[in-house]
């Protein structure tokens, strides 16, 4: 990627020390207690880079749930059972998606069940989420993160239901952060990761899906851990390859000023 669509920093492949959520498994410090109590959502679960993240919220001393579903209902179904049980949401993830191989032109594809399924599930899915989660969230000036990808910044042949799904994630966290500005929420790249979906996109890029699983986890710890360290960037595109150090470091003067990582039209 050219910089004009990614940030100048070190880029990261896997768990770095200044994300490493050893802290928050094995220490006795005020790190380690950050999540415990915390009632945590992770949509879209049931396997890789959700699974991951649900694994490592409960790891960390909190209660993780899971759910994976785009129905409207199931979802509002979800979210009222958690409230119910536990009296509080504190950090929900949006993890559901699903694109089909990037092989045909979008004109060629069934436009019920390949192109606009991407839509109704990485879109619709994210907005029921976020629909029946942020109220909760809100009251607990909570966290919520929504799975984009840095296929919203790039132009691939075959891949539009996907990147246009995306791009739409990334204006809908701008409106979540205007709309319910009590809750932290992030428009979050989780890396380029090889995983059963992703290798069944047929895309070409197996040899560039270097990232573990565990960096987009450990990402969102960081982000979500409560400190306030990283809420500047609420309402924004982040990524996981991104050296959160040298982002705040290098680049937050700059993003807080000139209100960058958001979906705009640039004249230079």
Known sequence: MSLKTDLPVTARHDVYEAISP?????????????????????????KGIGYTIASFYARSRSDALAADSADTK????VVDKVVTKYGRLDIVVASSGVSSPWTKRFSEQDPDNDWWKALEVNLRG???????????LAKTRGYFIAISSRASQVNRPFASAYAVSKVAINRFIEYAAIEHPQVKCFSFHPGTIKTEGSLGLKSGLDSIMVDTLQ????????????SGRFD?????FVSANWDLDEVERDWKKD?????LLKTRFVVE
């Open 22 to 46: 050893d802290p928050y498994f094995y220490g006795s410090s005020s790190d380690s207690s950050r999540f415990r109590g915390k009632i945590i959502l992770v949509v879209g679960a049931s």
């Open 74 to 77: 199931a979802i509002e179904q």
């Open 126 to 136: 994210t907005y029921n989420v976020a629909h029946f989660a942020l109220p909760h």
């Open 215 to 226: 960096l987009p986890a450990a990402t969102i710890l960081k982000l979500t851990d409560g």
């Open 232 to 236: 500047w960037l609420s309402g924004r």
């Open 255 to 259: 993003i807080v000023k000139k209100d």
